[in-house]
């Protein structure tokens, strides 16, 4: 199985909205919803932000927001702070029972 | 709130077997599904493999035939053996458990996380 395509980097300015995107193909992205996106800040475990496309778990702020258009599901971080710099990976479920991370994106908050 | 640990030798030679054991505490390890996930420095995450607290068990294809997963729910503990390892193994090793009721089957609470050096 392939990783799912992340943008190695992103940046914006503090306020602003930034979105992630996390390319798959038909047999994991296009197949379900059941994409999950994952916050991991230098040296730490990574959190989970997003689950099934567009769910927020208990905490998490409402300023993250999860989509998906045919393969291609997306991470928006509105307000845009600087304690959302971080690495944040998507993840998917494959039609081989599997599961599969994009290989990260690197948020800079400038 | 539930706490994971792993714990294991850091530091494994080539072609042997790497060994960790994720210790759960604040919660069963009954009723839910426990995962394996590893970083390498510098690098992304890669999915290792899930296992139900019954015992069923689903690998990474690119890892299924080096690698096994239990679990011990006396000790409420999962462990993760890989065989034949080598330096391209050398990761941070995570356990983290499976959010209940989701098909995305989403982890909502990890270890810190275990370094293992393959290394002569």
């Known amino acids: 199985q392939s990783a799912l395509t992340q943008p190695a980097s992103v940046s914006g300015s503090p306020g602003q909205s930034i979105t992630i995107s996390c390319t798959g193909t038909?047999?994991?992205?296009?197949?379900?919803?059941?994409v999950s996106w994952y916050q991991q800040h230098p040296g730490k475990a990574p959190k989970l932000m997003i689950y099934d496309v567009g769910k927020r778990p208990s905490g998490v702020s409402d300023r993250f927001s999860g989509s998906k258009s045919g393969n291609t599901a997306s991470l928006t971080i509105s307000g845009l702070q600087a304690q959302d710099e971080a690495d944040y990976y998507c993840?998917?479920?494959?039609?081989?029972?599997?599961?599969?991370f994009g290989g990260g994106t690197k948020l800079t908050v400038l | 709130q539930v706490q994971l640990q792993e714990s294991g030798p850091g530091l494994v030679k080539p072609s042997e077997t790497l060994s960790l054991t994720c210790t759960v505490s604040g919660g069963s390890i009954s009723g839910y599904y426990w995962g394996w996930i590893r970083q390498p420095p510098g690098k992304g995450l890669e999915w290792i493999g899930y296992v139900y607290y019954s015992g069923s068990t689903n690998y990474n294809p690119s890892l299924k035939s080096r690698v096994t997963i239990s679990v011990d729910t006396s000790k409420n503990q999962l462990s993760l053996k890989m065989r034949s390892v080598t330096a391209a193994d050398t990761a941070v090793y995570y356990c983290?458990?499976?959010?209940?009721?989701?098909?995305?089957?989403?982890?909502?609470?990890w270890g810190q996380g275990a370094l293992v050096t393959v290394s002569s």
């Open positions: 038909s047999s994991d992205v296009g197949s379900y919803n059941y």
């Open positions: 983290a458990r499976v959010k209940y009721g989701s098909g995305s089957y989403p982890l909502d609470s």
């Open positions: 993840s998917s479920y494959t039609i081989s029972s599997t599961w599969v």
